[in-house]
């Protein structure tokens, strides 16, 4: 049967900028191969298949795939699918929120005005630290390739999925990094972590941190923009006293070194809870027709 079908750019104000998702409705019927099957076939970080709630207060229920495998969370294909159930009327913002279902629960979304310029932020699971490391941890060492680091240790933190976050001494020396894909795949698949992301302050007006995600396993690539690695290192932030601003609120920019140019958007709130957003766009609308 023929199924909704959509694509678009999450964190971003026009195509091309952003991380694309694929977002397949109408989505009863289609089993655990089928859906496997599709986001091996769309390429893409992930792809989202919306189904009716089955959970008390949820609006919708959602199942998300990488090209290799279902991931229980992650923030730019909450955010993406969110914007797409409000714009085919499958669910509506209540109080400014919708309530997606999914393998980590059911979680809120906060929606903010409306059209082009409308902002959706997804509460992403609480996140902790497991472990504080030295800058000289043997195990950092040569995924971190000498670089100069921050004032802030490193860290890994488990958010659903795990990450080492590592602080930067400049933005520049960020964007100029050069990572050793080996290193970091030895990183990540010692300690089962995604991989390294790395960060530091910046000082332009649009945005606080500037950030880069390298992913060392089950594959080798740098992420156009992760809102579930952002919200773990508010959660750092937050824990170390050290968010950019009084309000918890603040910006970073990620993708540039990979072609992209996103904005996310954090929200540490009065209770610890951390919000991850931004803005999404529209790129491809039409059907897809799987067996």
């Known amino acids: 049967m023929k199924r909704r079908y959509l694509q678009l750019d999450v964190f971003a104000g026009r195509p091309g900028a952003g991380n694309p998702l694929a977002v397949v409705l109408d989505a009863e019927g289609l089993d655990d191969a089928a859906m496997q099957a599709i986001a091996r076939w769309t390429r893409l970080p992930e792809t989202t298949f919306v189904f009716p709630p089955t959970a008390p207060g949820a609006s919708y229920a959602i199942r998300m795939f990488s090209p290799r495998r279902e991931v229980p969370f992650a923030g730019h294909p909450s955010v993406g699918t969110a914007a797409v159930v409000l714009q085919e009327g499958i669910a509506r ?29 997804v509460r992403t699971p609480r996140a902790r630290a497991v472990e504080v490391a030295t800058p000289d941890d043997p195990r950092l060492r040569a995924a971190l390739a000498d670089l100069p680091l921050g004032a802030l240790p490193p860290v890994l933190m488990d958010g659903g999925r795990r990450w080492w976050l590592a602080e930067l001494a400049s933005e520049a020396q960020l964007r100029a ?23 530091a302050r910046s000082d332009d007006p649009v945005y606080h941190y500037a950030v880069r995600a390298f992913v060392g396993a089950p594959a080798r ?48 709130d009065a209770d610890g809870e951390v919000w991850s957003g931004g803005r999404i766009c529209n790129v491809v609308q039409g059907t897809i027709d799987w067996p």
Request: glycine share 12%; charged share 20%; net charge negative.
């Open 177 to 199: 990094a050069q990572p050793d894909w080996d290193a970091v795949e030895a990183l990540a698949v010692a300690t089962e972590s995604m991989g390294l992301f790395v960060y």
């Open 221 to 268: 690539f740098e992420d156009a923009a992760s809102g579930a690695a952002n919200a773990t290192l508010a959660a750092w932030l937050a824990l170390r006293g050290a968010l950019p601003s009084a309000d918890g609120r603040y910006r970073v920019s990620q993708g540039r070194e990979v072609g992209f140019d996103a904005i996310i958007e954090l929200r540490v």
């Open 93 to 121: 913002a209540v109080d400014g929120h919708v309530h997606q279902q999914g393998l980590a629960g059911v979680l809120p979304l906060a929606v903010v005005g409306d059209g082009p310029t409308r902002t959706i932020a």
